[in-house]
């Protein structure tokens, strides 16, 4: 199965609002720290779901906003995701209480402490190192282990 999905990481200050996955049961995500997004619904771009799912977790309506990457998630479990990654520096509007965790600003230097997924920690490096837009594949186990990566189509050696 696929799907198709956003992530952003809004950027204000030198940090990152970051999501703290703390309150569906059954969460591939439960306990770990991410960025706002989520699913595409029906006949919707990557902008228009990214639009969409920051103002219903966040509140903020982005003013200025990077496709930065596409980002493969293959689970192991037999669900493909991609998810278009996004980062942002430009938002108005009021922070709302979001329905699927809290959610804190974080030091951008202070992001990989976290409990993110290892993936992760691969495209914020690239976040930080590139400009470009990239394309990065992230196989895992069917748990936590990522097994492999592929960047821009090649494999990528990330331990």
């Known amino acids: 199965m696929a799907r198709l999905s956003t992530l952003c990481y ?3 200050d030198g940090k990152y609002l970051m ?3 703390t309150v569906k049961k059954n969460d591939v995500n439960k306990d770990k720290w991410i960025g706002v997004g989520g699913h ?3 006949d919707e ?3 228009e779901c990214l639009l969409r799912e920051v103002r219903e977790e966040t509140g903020y309506t982005l003013t200025s906003y990077h496709y930065r990457g596409l980002v493969t998630f293959v689970s192991g ?5 991609y998810m278009s990654l996004f980062t942002a520096d430009g ?3 009021e922070p709302i209480p979001c329905d699927e965790g809290e959610l804190e600003w974080v030091e951008i230097d202070r992001i990989q402490e976290l409990n993110i997924w290892e993936g992760d920690k691969i495209f914020f490096s690239l976040l930080k190192e590139r400009k ?3 394309s ?7 748990g936590d282990q990522l097994v492999q990566v592929k960047l821009d189509g090649k494999d990528y050696r990330w331990k």
Do not use: Q, S
């Not at 479990?77 to 995701?81: A, D, M, R, S």
């Open 40 to 42: 595409f619904e029906a």
């Open 10 to 12: 809004i950027e204000k």
């Open 45 to 47: 771009c990557p902008e």
């Open 136 to 142: 990065l594949k992230l196989v895992y186990d069917g």
């Open 19 to 21: 999501l703290h996955r």
């Open 77 to 81: 479990n037999g669900v493909t995701e």
């Open 91 to 93: 938002f108005i509007g």
């Open 132 to 134: 470009d837009f990239f």
